[in-house]
């Protein structure tokens, strides 16, 4: 575990799906804190056409009160630009996301320079965390699970990230992503990640414990009997 001096008081929780019953189903838990989206995301629900996703992330802000981040298709400089900036003049708490590409990286200083916050996505190493950090991002995004997938320990990652902005005290923070299961949201809690983006799954897995459930049927029983 890392000794960091945490600078914010909680760990913030995001979900990670553009599934607009989950996403009303965290909230209604009290302790959503944001939402990620990506295109493959998007897909998984049918939202397609420029229109319709730009409803959707509206749609998305109204229900959270939070950061939502909102991938740019593009991968060359101006193509980012243009997206994010009507991503961002869709609502206030449009966070643009962008891949860490060697224009991604230009997009997000340019982003940084103008006020527009950012989350440089598809992160597997610290050098690329540097990076964006020292471009003004917002967020990062070091994806767990896919390095699990790969027999590299995605905790590693995180724990290399938050000791190198800690050195320096970058402000960019740790979203935790693909994030696949509630062990995954502990394990980043311990290193210090600032934000676990989720699936509802592994979000509602923090509730469980068998000992709560049989601890409480005795309590129901002992009540009941002492009527
Ligand atoms: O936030 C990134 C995430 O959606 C990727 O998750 O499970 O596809 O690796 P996964």
Same mark, same amino acid.
């Given at each position: 575990?890392?000794?960091?001096?945490?600078?914010?008081? $909680?760990?913030?929780?995001?979900?990670?799906?553009?599934?607009?019953?989950? =996403?009303?189903?965290?909230?209604?838990?009290?302790?959503?804190?944001?939402?990620?989206?990506?295109? $493959?995301?998007?897909?998984?629900?049918? =939202?397609?056409?420029?229109?319709?996703?730009?409803?959707?992330?509206?749609?998305?802000?109204?229900?959270?009160?939070?950061?939502? $981040?909102?991938?740019?298709?593009?991968?060359?400089?101006?193509?980012?630009?243009?997206?994010?900036?009507?991503?961002?003049?869709?609502?206030?708490?449009?966070?643009?996301?962008?891949?860490? %590409?060697?224009?991604?990286?230009?997009?997000?200083?340019?982003?940084?320079?103008?006020?527009?916050?950012?989350?440089?996505?598809?992160?597997? $190493?610290?050098?690329?965390?540097?990076?964006?950090?020292?471009?003004?991002?917002?967020?990062?995004?070091?994806?767990?699970?896919?390095?699990?997938?790969?027999?590299?320990?995605?905790?590693?990652? =995180?724990?290399?990230?938050?000791? %190198?902005?800690?050195?320096?005290?970058?402000?960019?923070?740790?979203?935790?992503?693909? %994030?696949?299961?509630?062990?995954?949201?502990?394990?980043?809690?311990?290193?210090?990640?600032?934000?676990?983006?989720?699936?509802?799954?592994?979000?509602?897995?923090?509730?469980?414990?068998?000992?709560?459930? %049989?601890?409480?049927?005795?309590?129901?029983?002992?009540?009941?009997?002492?009527?």
């Amino acid at each position: 575990m890392n000794t960091f001096v945490q600078n914010q008081t $909680s760990m913030k929780f995001f979900i990670d799906t553009a599934n607009l019953d989950q =996403i009303k189903e965290a909230q209604d838990l009290g302790v959503l804190d944001g939402v990620t989206t990506n295109p $493959s995301l998007m897909a998984k629900e049918g =939202i397609h056409g420029d229109a319709r996703v730009k409803q959707h992330y509206i749609d998305i802000c109204n229900i959270v009160d939070g950061d939502v $981040s909102a991938e740019v298709i593009s991968t060359d400089f101006a193509g980012m630009v243009r997206e994010g900036e009507a991503l961002a003049a869709l609502h206030p708490q449009i966070v643009v996301k962008v891949p860490m %590409i060697k224009d991604g990286i230009k997009a997000i200083k340019y982003f940084s320079d103008k006020g527009i916050r950012t989350n440089c996505t598809l992160i597997f $190493s610290a050098g690329q965390a540097l990076i964006a950090a020292k471009a003004g991002a917002t967020y990062v995004s070091p994806f767990l699970g896919r390095l699990d997938d790969n027999s590299t320990d995605g905790m590693d990652l =995180i724990a290399q990230i938050r000791l %190198i902005y800690d050195n320096y005290m970058f402000d960019t923070q740790i979203l935790a992503a693909s %994030i696949r299961h509630t062990m995954h949201i502990v394990r980043c809690a311990e290193e210090g990640a600032d934000v676990a983006t989720c699936p509802l799954s592994a979000i509602l897995g923090l509730l469980n414990h068998p000992l709560t459930d %049989i601890g409480l049927a005795k309590f129901l029983a002992d009540f009941e009997a002492n009527k």
